[in-house]
């Protein structure tokens, strides 16, 4: 198993137990009825805490790892990119906000990068695929999304 594999099934296994907390959160928001009953947990405060701290764990994993990690709108349009993302591949969150991504994909990957993409977006499904990043050092780096 390469080291880029093992840092995938971490990062996989990480945001598994991220969507478990993230549900707990939801359902902490969800149940809240305005007002707290005596003597328990705030829902709202406690559902907030839950995501901030998901939030925090999710962006340290992604900003440990040498490929890191991008979150997306329902739009497309890329909303956060970590820093060793955008060191990689040598864009700034706006270019990377601008689909500047897609600019950085080898030729022989984009246009079913692109196809998945798309289709990811239409449907709300799960984008998992492979493809190759060009990087500000001219290599080719693969990388899992």
């Known amino acids: 198993m390469t080291e880029t594999d093992h840092a995938c099934k971490l990062l996989q296994a990480?945001?598994?137990?991220?969507?478990?907390r993230l549900k707990e959160a939801?359902?902490?928001l969800l149940t809240c009825s305005g007002h707290a009953e005596a003597g328990a947990a705030d829902p709202p405060a406690k559902g907030f805490?839950?995501?901030g701290e998901s939030e925090n764990i999710y962006r340290a994993v992604g900003e440990s790892i040498n490929y890191g990690v991008w979150v997306c709108a329902p739009d497309a349009r890329n909303i956060y990119a970590s820093p060793s993302f955008l060191r990689m591949v040598g864009?700034?969150?706006k270019e990377c906000s601008d689909f500047g991504w897609g600019d950085m994909l080898h030729p022989d990957d984009a246009e079913r990068t692109i196809a998945a993409w798309k289709q990811c977006v239409r449907t709300g499904g799960v984008w998992d695929i492979e493809?190759?990043?060009r990087g500000v050092?001219?290599?080719w780096h693969p990388v899992l999304a």
């Open 91 to 93: 864009l700034t969150q």
């Open 14 to 20: 990480e945001i598994a137990t991220l969507r478990l």
């Open 137 to 139: 050092d001219g290599q």
């Open 131 to 133: 493809h190759r990043f």
């Open 49 to 51: 805490a839950i995501l």
């Open 26 to 28: 939801e359902a902490a």
